[in-house]
């Protein structure tokens, strides 16, 4: 079982590398399940329809009016394009938002702070096992629902750590527009937190790469193994990944 995170920033620029990739992992008869986010196209849009809007602790802060557009983009646009990619690619893909089925059972984070920013509570992975029997490879966005059905913008990070340690996956994969974490110009193959910190201090990890390695090392408190790799190559070939690997053993 593989869940893979496509940020927003990358998702314009995915290759047909990143694709083959996709298709050999479920060739080789592993499950392959993937979140999107959609940060850029939210932004945008929000822009053009002259929405103000602001980050707070890196979440966008969503009033009502912003959630409507978060909904659009990533319901709409983003999960249906990234849809037909897949299929075009001959991947037979569905897409889901966190509201199908309940999917992705949300309750408020701060909404004093945040407004309509939620985490989640229960991952309601029956849909999910219904479609990878089937030979389907979901698509989610990371849009939550509370009990009495009001919805949540739901971070896509947290929603792909969430979907990953209920579906007991053996890799939690964060595509990039990267190909992993670089040290002198190359690749680190594998990376320990005590490495990472270290390479965070001495500025070898640096900028809108901190919270993707952040993200990833606080992913392996649900998985056990977590990647980063390029939406730009390929990351996965006859049976071997392309990127920076990080396991649990080592994270203490």
Not at 210 to 238: C, D, M, N, R, T
Request: aromatic share 4%.
């Amino acid at each position: 079982m593989i869940v893979i995170k496509c940020g927003g920033s990358v998702l314009h620029e995915l290759s047909p590398s990143f694709f083959t990739s996709v298709k050999q992992l479920r060739e080789s008869g592993l499950d392959v399940v993937i979140v999107h986010g959609g940060g850029p196209d939210i932004g945008h849009l929000l822009q053009a329809l002259n929405i103000p809007s602001e980050f707070v602790n890196g979440l966008r802060k969503t009033t009502k009016d912003v959630l409507d557009v978060v909904e659009m983009v990533l319901n709409g646009k983003v999960n249906k394009t990234l849809v037909s990619l897949l299929q075009t690619n001959g991947i037979r893909a569905v897409g889901l938002s966190g509201v199908d089925d309940r999917l992705l059972q949300a309750k408020p984070l701060d909404v004093q702070t945040l407004g309509y920013v939620g985490e989640v509570v229960h991952v309601h992975t029956k849909m999910l096992h219904m479609l990878l029997r089937h030979g389907y490879v979901p698509v989610i966005a990371p849009i939550g629902v509370d009990e009495r059905g009001q919805t949540y913008n739901i971070n896509a990070d947290t929603a792909a750590s969430a979907i990953a340690q209920a579906l007991s996956a053996d890799k939690l994969v964060f595509v990039t527009d990267v190909a992993g974490i670089l040290k002198n110009g190359e690749v680190v193959k594998e990376a320990t937190a005590q490495t990472v910190d270290a390479m965070m201090a001495d500025g070898t990890i640096s900028g809108g790469m901190i919270p993707k390695v952040k993200a990833a090392l606080h992913a392996l408190h649900s998985v056990e193994e977590v990647a980063i790799v390029s939406g730009k190559a390929s990351f996965y070939k006859e049976g071997t990944w392309h990127g920076t690997m990080m396991k649990k053993e080592v994270y203490v």
